[in-house]
């Protein structure tokens, strides 16, 4: 008996290798100190309790990517700033290195908004709703170099509490 969509099958086959690339990180945020390194780590669990979730994916095309995030269960009416990073997620904060900028800024950090722009660095503005849930997504004009981001980043985005506006509250480990 013949199989009624035979002739489309090797087309089939083929459109994962068509789709552009994507990484998608699906997680809870946990202490730095869990006994197995967690890939989500909140430096602020009264802002980002453990058992908080992550899903970021991000997506690469010639020249572009766009990075989605969503969140729940973080603590709500948070304004927060979401930037990819250089380093890798650790137990000090500061672990997670610079933003990640397409065109490097020389001097470090970089306040030089030659450099410090949506333009050539990932930047998504986030508000929790009423349960803790928020998603922002964005997408830029260049592909992220290999081996050059390591981590998204969520900072304050003002003063709340003992939280200093831009402090890094949490971090996710990703490799775009």
Known sequence: MPVPFAPALPALLLLPALAAPATVVDADFD????FVRPTAISH????????????????????????????????????LAAHVHTGRCGADPAASGPHYQNVPDPVQPSTD??????RNE?????????????AARTAVG???????AHSLVLHTGHRIGTHP???RIACVDVDL
């Open 31 to 34: 202490p730095a100190s869990a």
């Open 44 to 79: 602020a669990p009264d802002l980002v309790p453990y058992g908080a979730h992550v899903r970021l994916t991000a997506t690469r095309a010639p020249g572009a990517s766009t990075v989605a995030l969503e969140l729940r269960g973080l603590a709500p009416a948070l304004d």
């Open 113 to 118: 908004p030659a450099y410090a722009n949506d």
């Open 122 to 134: 990932v930047r998504l503005a986030l508000r929790t709703d009423g349960t803790g849930q928020a």
């Open 142 to 148: 260049f592909a992220f170099r290999p081996g050059g």
């Open 165 to 167: 506006a831009g402090e």
